[in-house]
């Protein structure tokens, strides 16, 4: 199921992005990690709104990792994650009381 979570410096990323939420949204059939380059269209794949970018569950894990909260970027990073949760149904309240802390 679709997940809205939160990294530890918070981070928000969307886990288990489902395929046809996604082509709908993006009119891209063919989703390819933005890390490793693969093909994902046949997997649970993870999408980082304030990258607008999708990969696959280990490269996304990487990711995360590395990423660094910038206090500058926070309207765009509440903005893109408000607007992937819209275009993926999610609903972002419930995402935030779930979100990993
Ligand atoms: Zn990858």
């Given at each position: 199921?679709?997940?809205?979570?939160?990294?530890?410096?918070?981070?928000s990323?969307?886990?288990?992005?489902?395929?046809?939420?996604?082509v709908?949204?993006?009119?891209?059939?063919d989703?390819?990690?933005?890390?490793?380059?693969?093909?994902?269209?046949?997997?649970?794949?993870?999408?980082?709104?304030?990258?607008?970018?999708?990969?696959?569950?280990?490269?996304?894990?990487?990711?995360?990792?590395?990423?660094?909260?910038?206090?500058?970027?926070?309207?765009?990073?509440?903005?893109?994650t408000?607007?992937?949760?819209?275009?993926?149904?999610?609903?972002?309240?419930?995402?935030?009381?779930?979100?990993?802390?």
């Amino acid at each position: 199921m679709q997940k809205l979570k939160y990294t530890d410096n918070g981070i928000s990323y969307i886990e288990n992005v489902d395929f046809w939420k996604f082509v709908n949204a993006t009119l891209n059939p063919d989703p390819i990690c933005g890390e490793c380059l693969k093909p994902i269209a046949n997997e649970k794949f993870v999408l980082i709104p304030i990258l607008n970018e999708v990969y696959c569950k280990k490269c996304a894990k990487e990711v995360l990792q590395q990423m660094k909260w910038y206090e500058k970027d926070r309207n765009i990073h509440d903005a893109r994650t408000q607007y992937w949760c819209r275009a993926f149904g999610i609903n972002i309240e419930g995402g935030k009381e779930n979100a990993v802390k």
